[in-house]
């Protein structure tokens, strides 16, 4: 490095093999742990759930325009092989949000986990808005509606309308030189996020939930067994005892 030689800051010998697994439950090391396939254990993430129902839960939840469903109920249908991923590879389930919206969530294998199409004629990866008026699909390859002319009318007066941003990272680069909310703000993010995260509890808990969004805690019957799975024990030395 430029101005004098390269010190590198000294590890402790304990975190010197299992720095990688941060605050997750120790455990040796396996290729299969890491890089892209880190999504699929539950040590680290949420399977499919977590993995594309963080985008298509957020526009759905966008769409909505709620914090969180009320009711959440999920069901496995492709558990995993034991021995391997604990994540389950297929999975449905119905969150009702307030006034009686419905939405349901569930796997295809007619994509591939990355987005590439297996069967183009089969069931897509994407979302579909159903109302009294028709329908709306829409995913990263395109959009199309049962009013083949909806995406070219006028929007009345009174309509919402949403910011537009082609280039998130540099959306991201204007709100901090403007201390604006980027189009996706924090609380957003997080109230999105959240809705996955609750599909993983009904699936590993396998029964349904009451969910209050504005506390944002597990409610009636299940709310104790729901409340305990809101956090998970932080393994040492990677939790957050040393902020004093």
């Not at 183009?120 to 083949?148: A, H, L, Y």
């Not at 599909?199 to 299940?222: C, H, M, N, S, Y």
């Amino acid at each position: 490095m430029r101005g004098g030689p390269f010190h590198p800051i000294p590890v402790p010998a304990e975190l010197n093999w299992d720095f990688w697994l941060g605050q997750a439950p120790k455990e040796d090391y396996e290729k299969e742990r890491c890089h892209s396939q880190f999504r699929w254990w539950y040590d680290y993430a949420g399977g499919p759930v977590t993995d594309w129902g963080a985008h298509h839960n957020d526009i759905a939840r966008w769409a909505i325009g709620q914090d969180g469903p009320e009711t959440i109920e999920a069901k496995v249908v492709t558990g995993p092989i034991p021995g391997g991923y604990t994540t389950p590879s297929e999975y449905e389930a119905t969150l009702i949000w307030g006034d009686g919206i419905t939405q349901i969530v569930k796997t295809t294998l007619d994509d591939t986990p990355f987005g590439g199409i297996v069967n183009k004629n089969g069931q897509r990866n994407g979302i579909r808005f159903e109302g009294t008026d028709g329908w709306i699909w829409v995913n990263r390859d395109g959009f199309s509606s049962s009013d083949e002319d909806i995406a070219t009318k006028p929007l009345p007066a009174n309509a919402v309308r949403l910011e537009s941003s082609g280039n998130h990272m540099k959306n991201f680069l204007d709100c901090m030189r403007s201390r604006k909310d980027p189009v996706s703000a924090v609380e957003a993010g997080h109230r999105s996020a959240s809705v996955g995260h609750l599909i993983i509890i009904a699936l590993r808990a396998g029964r349904e939930f009451q969910w209050d969004p504005v506390k944002e805690t597990f409610i009636g019957d299940g709310a104790k067994e729901g409340n305990a799975c809101l956090a998970r024990e932080m393994r040492k030395p990677y939790d957050i005892s040393f902020v004093g």
